[in-house]
């Protein structure tokens, strides 16, 4: 053969690249098409009900007016979002809600000497300090002389599901991971009592709520009768204000115990037991074990159970409304009800859209926190 009937080196070249090209575009393409079920139903069930959800909040839209007459919606911009909001004759003072301002202030110096310290990144203490600060400039905002809120009976609503956060998450933190420090032994009796400690967790809202109902009723519950044979006087958890409260959060917690567990489980299984056994031999207790080996392993694990329930309690609605009705006197009125309420009892829809954007905001900030959380783990 001739030199010039041989193929030079660059057609062959470009014939490769073609090859390779066309291989690449190909397994592209067939990953999109594996893709394309999950993108479908994600942007019909996800990814629109929320634009449309946010196009409700900018209407005054009447749930039965709209329902008959499309037409009877009007534009209305922010509106929904300044009477949820905001107030009349508005003020702002840095004193107001000093204790939490407090709190966050405390919380920045231990940041900051930490990092000066170099126990903590320069990047998470500004960061944090940022955020504190936009908070302590939100927070000043309130109703001054002769002024009031424009809806008085939101911020009741929010306040309450601080509440329940507050006095939910902690018990949940320390029950589950007492709980999978106990259950932690490769044993039959230790897999049963996970499996009944798991179980409340597969039940529904109206099941638990009804069971702790025949609990707790002051008339004729389970924990009134036993009162009376000591002749005690029952208390009254649905009725009584701040024991209502309580109420929920003992259901919420027997409830909601068993996922943390197992996670927190899983964690502890993934710690290596070597470092045990090596903290043994230098003298170690049961308690510098907790605190120095089993605690810093189960980080990420905590961190993450931390994330998921607070996502998970500020959407509390079940509870609240089948234990309570959210009374007595609003007192367990929460978020979720109250947005349910507003949108489909009261039929303002436009304002029960913005109110569930608000809540999305809350639950977006949270979502981010974890994921900033686990990337700085992974770089680490």
């Given at each position: 053969?001739?030199?010039?009937?041989?193929?030079?080196?660059?057609?062959?070249?470009?014939?490769?690249?073609?090859?390779?090209?066309?291989?690449?575009?190909?397994?592209?393409?067939?990953?999109?098409?594996?893709?394309?079920?999950?993108?479908?139903?994600?942007?019909?069930?996800?990814?629109?009900?929320?634009?449309?959800?946010?196009?409700?909040?900018?209407?005054?839209?009447?749930?039965?007016?709209?329902?008959?007459?499309?037409?009877?919606?009007?534009?209305?911009?922010?509106?929904?979002?300044?009477?949820?909001?905001?107030?009349?004759?508005?003020?702002?003072?840095?004193?107001?809600?000093?204790?939490?301002?407090?709190?966050?202030?405390?919380?920045?110096?231990?940041?900051?000497?930490?990092?000066?310290?170099?126990?903590?990144?320069?990047?998470?203490?500004?960061?944090?300090?940022?955020?504190?600060?936009?908070?302590?400039?939100?927070?000043?905002?309130?109703?001054?002389?002769?002024?009031?809120?424009?809806?008085?009976?939101?911020?009741?609503?929010?306040?309450?599901?601080?509440?329940?956060?507050?006095?939910?998450?902690?018990?949940?933190?320390?029950?589950?991971?007492?709980?999978?420090?106990?259950?932690?032994?490769?044993?039959?009796?230790?897999?049963?009592?996970?499996?009944?400690?798991?179980?409340?967790?597969?039940?529904?809202?109206?099941?638990?709520?009804?069971?702790?109902?025949?609990?707790?009723?002051?008339?004729?519950?389970?924990?009134?009768?036993?009162?009376?044979?000591?002749?005690?006087?029952?208390?009254?958890?649905?009725?009584?204000?701040?024991?209502?409260?309580?109420?929920?959060?003992?259901?919420?917690?027997?409830?909601?115990?068993?996922?943390?567990?197992?996670?927190?489980?899983?964690?502890?299984?993934?710690?290596?037991?070597?470092?045990?056994e090596a903290a043994r031999l230098d003298g170690a207790g049961p308690i510098a074990l907790t605190w120095h080996i089993t605690i810093p392993g189960l980080k990420r694990p905590l961190v993450f159970v931390f994330l998921y329930e607070v996502i998970s309690h500020f959407q509390v609605f079940g509870q609240s409304h089948l234990l309570t009705g959210g009374g007595p006197g609003d007192a367990t009125q929460t978020f979720v009800r109250y947005l349910y309420q507003t949108g489909f009892?009261?039929?303002?829809?436009?304002?029960?859209?913005?109110?569930?954007?608000?809540?999305?905001?809350?639950?977006?900030?949270?979502?981010?926190?974890?994921?900033?959380?686990?990337?700085?783990?992974?770089?680490?």
């Amino acid at each position: 053969m001739k030199d010039s009937d041989a193929p030079s080196n660059a057609t062959v070249l470009a014939s490769v690249r073609r090859v390779c090209f066309s291989r690449r575009t190909i397994a592209t393409v067939e990953a999109y098409l594996f893709l394309l079920p999950f993108l479908i139903a994600f942007g019909l069930f996800l990814v629109y009900p929320f634009i449309k959800n946010f196009w409700i909040s900018l209407h005054d839209w009447d749930l039965l007016a709209v329902a008959f007459n499309p037409d009877a919606k009007e534009f209305v911009g922010m509106k929904n979002y300044v009477r949820t909001l905001w107030g009349r004759r508005m003020t702002w003072d840095i004193t107001h809600l000093w204790h939490i301002k407090s709190v966050l202030a405390i919380g920045c110096l231990i940041l900051w000497f930490a990092t000066l310290r170099g126990s903590a990144r320069l990047g998470t203490a500004v960061f944090w300090t940022v955020v504190a600060v936009t908070l302590v400039v939100v927070l000043g905002f309130h109703p001054g002389e002769r002024g009031r809120w424009y809806d008085k009976e939101f911020w009741n609503a929010v306040r309450n599901t601080f509440v329940f956060v507050a006095l939910a998450i902690p018990p949940i933190m320390v029950i589950s991971l007492t709980l999978a420090v106990l259950l932690n032994r490769p044993t039959r009796t230790m897999a049963v009592f996970r499996t009944l400690f798991y179980l409340p967790q597969v039940l529904s809202v109206a099941v638990i709520t009804l069971v702790w109902w025949y609990m707790l009723t002051p008339g004729q519950g389970l924990l009134a009768n036993v009162m009376r044979l000591f002749d005690l006087t029952p208390f009254s958890w649905t009725t009584d204000p701040i024991l209502a409260m309580w109420a929920i959060v003992i259901a919420t917690v027997w409830w909601t115990i068993g996922f943390p567990m197992i996670v927190l489980l899983a964690g502890l299984q993934e710690i290596p037991k070597d470092r045990y056994e090596a903290a043994r031999l230098d003298g170690a207790g049961p308690i510098a074990l907790t605190w120095h080996i089993t605690i810093p392993g189960l980080k990420r694990p905590l961190v993450f159970v931390f994330l998921y329930e607070v996502i998970s309690h500020f959407q509390v609605f079940g509870q609240s409304h089948l234990l309570t009705g959210g009374g007595p006197g609003d007192a367990t009125q929460t978020f979720v009800r109250y947005l349910y309420q507003t949108g489909f009892r009261d039929n303002e829809l436009g304002r029960g859209a913005a109110m569930s954007v608000l809540l999305f905001l809350v639950m977006a900030i949270f979502s981010f926190l974890y994921l900033k959380f686990s990337t700085q783990r992974r770089t680490s």
